[in-house]
């Protein structure tokens, strides 16, 4: 079972910049897709990011492009989401979640493999 464990949330003033890591426990495929989402509160789960392991293609959200970089270390199964720019709008839980062996996309209920999430709030 693979397992996604988060790390890197906190809290940052408007216009700071935040990484988050996701560490996966293996891939079992060489070919994945990795997202990440966010949830803030009172408001539907939005895809931020996603890169597919197979040949580090990206794909972001219009709302964090240009601020948000997504990037793999396939050595150590770890994929980040670099974060600048932060606005207060970003506040909220980001998770990151798994698409073994297949293509990307931004709907989270085509994920089957998730982390338990890490907070990142943004004061302005």
């Known amino acids: 079972q693979v397992q996604l464990v988060e790390s890197g949330g906190g809290s940052v003033e408007a216009g700071g910049s935040l990484r988050l890591s996701c560490a996966a426990s293996?891939?079992?495929?060489?070919?994945?897709?990795m997202g990440w989402f966010r949830q803030a509160p009172g408001k539907e789960r939005e895809g931020v990011a996603t890169?597919?392991?197979?040949?580090?293609?990206?794909y972001y959200a219009d709302s964090v492009k240009g601020r948000f970089t997504i990037s793999q270390d396939n050595a150590k199964y770890t994929v980040h989401l670099q974060m600048n720019s932060l606005k207060a709008e970003d506040t909220a839980m980001y998770s990151c979640?798994?698409?073994?062996?297949?293509?990307?996309?931004?709907?989270?209920?085509?994920?089957?493999?998730w982390g338990q999430g890490t907070q990142v709030t943004v004061s302005s």
């Open positions: 979640a798994a698409r073994l062996g297949a293509a990307c996309t931004l709907l989270a209920n085509q994920y089957n493999l």
């Open positions: 293996r891939f079992p495929y060489v070919r994945n897709c």
């Open positions: 890169i597919y392991t197979g040949d580090g293609s990206t």
